[in-house]
């Protein structure tokens, strides 16, 4: 989940609990705050499903399984990052 998210992980209190927010890497993110919270204080801190699920929204599934998964790409579905998971092929 990493490679979809900028390097420059932040550290914020947010709402009187301790995160580490990490800043979506593509130009114009669709999330409202530009990248992800991942709270600290949580039982499920260590899980990155919302990393995931931010990913596949501002990526795509298709994207994201390529990149992830290592799973060959099934369709050209015109979209720009589904072209560059077909350039080694």
């Known amino acids: 989940m990493y490679p979809f998210f900028k390097d420059d992980v932040a550290i914020q209190i947010h709402k009187g609990c301790v995160s580490h927010f990490f800043t979506c890497s593509t130009l114009k993110c669709k999330s409202d705050v530009g ?24 990526f795509g599934n ?27 092929q």
């Open 35 to 58: 990248g992800v919270r991942c709270y600290q204080d949580k039982a499920n801190k260590s899980l990155t499903a919302n990393l995931w699920h931010h990913a596949i929204h501002c």
């Open 62 to 88: 298709e994207a994201v399984n390529v990149t992830v998964k290592g799973e060959p790409a099934v369709s050209q579905s015109g979209n720009i990052f589904s072209s560059f998971a077909h350039q080694e």
